[in-house]
């Protein structure tokens, strides 16, 4: 019992001494409201431009682009031909190729998309004969984008390959370059992410060294009396850990306000194309993750630059032990 009482009161002795350097830090903070809060925007627009960049990503992935049509390849019949050597082909398509799907569009039901579409309206009405063909559009069978690509290609090879086929179209080139790009910003965002990181570590650690540099007396009193490294250490870990807590909290209130901005707009945009979409933020688990990383990044830097002043301090001959 002895032992667990002397344990137990190394424990609340440990904890009442964390308890007071963790908000007595964040005290301190707040008497020099100017100089924090210069900080705090400098390590928020440090975070959240890679965050952007990020979520931008997200929002893309998860946009409609409605891939299934556009991978589909468009057959355009000669002018002669009937409906029953369409249908002739739409089941031998089905048999030798297992298409995703096959969609066969009559001259009539062309004519009054294309009416509804185009505005002309009653001008249609002069034509004396319908002058569409009888169209079919061919899907492939949904995979990874080169694999889609391939089964686009042999598609649109067999169709040509066909009497009664004038053309065979097919415009997925742009989506396979779109997902190279996507790549690519996710490669840019990786990047970002660790320079950006390295420069919040970089600007906590000197915020934390002018203030170890201006309390270099009380520090010194400190070890005089028998204060360890890890006593003098705790504060300033305290308040980088709090310099990185906000700084993560300010990137995800710029942007959420980014986001309500630029919502209503792009919107807009989107409605022209047919799409309705709603810009996602990151969400509870992604944020309490980004203040909880900004976090590690503070605590990181003020470490990096108590331990060099303390280095100095142990070569000058002020501190004996650890």
Not at 4 to 30: D, E, P, Q, T
């Amino acid at each position: 019992m002895g032992i667990v009482n002397r344990l137990r009161r190394k424990f609340r002795a440990w904890l009442r001494r964390h308890s007071y350097s963790f908000f007595s830090s964040l005290g301190v903070l707040l008497q020099h409201k100017a100089g924090t809060l210069m900080t705090v925007l400098v390590l928020g627009i440090a975070m959240f431009l890679p965050l952007s960049l990020y979520v931008t990503l997200a929002n893309l992935e998860g946009m409609d682009l409605r891939q299934d049509e556009w991978s589909a390849v468009t057959v355009f019949f000669k002018q002669a031909t009937d409906e029953a050597e369409v249908r002739r082909v739409a089941e031998e398509i089905q048999q030798q190729l297992d298409p995703g799907a096959v969609e066969i569009i009559s001259p009539d039901q062309g004519m009054l998309e294309f009416r509804e579409l185009s505005g002309f309206g009653e001008s249609l009405d002069m034509l004396e004969e319908n002058p569409l063909p009888w169209v079919m559009q061919v899907s492939p069978q949904q995979g990874s984008t080169d694999t889609t690509s391939e089964r686009v290609e042999q598609i649109t090879r067999y169709l040509q390959s066909i009497e009664s086929v004038e053309s065979a179209q097919f415009d997925y080139k742009w989506l396979q370059r779109l997902d190279r790009m996507m790549g690519l910003a996710k490669a840019l965002a990786t990047i970002l992410t660790l320079l950006f990181g390295l420069s919040v570590v970089v600007v906590v650690a000197n915020t934390i060294r002018l203030d170890v540099a201006s309390r270099t007396e009380e520090i010194e009193i400190l070890v005089l009396v028998g204060a360890g490294n890890a006593f003098v250490r705790q504060p300033f870990l305290y308040s980088g850990l709090w310099y990185g807590l906000m700084g993560g909290l300010l990137a995800i209130v710029l942007l959420q306000l980014t986001l309500l901005y630029l919502g209503r707009p792009i919107g807009l945009l989107l409605e022209t194309y047919g799409t309705a979409f709603e810009l996602q933020g990151l969400g509870g688990y992604n944020s309490l993750y980004l203040i909880i990383f900004g976090g590690v990044l503070g605590w990181l830097g003020a470490w990096m630059s108590v331990r060099r002043y303390l280095r100095q301090l142990q070569v000058g001959g002020y501190l004996g032990r650890r």
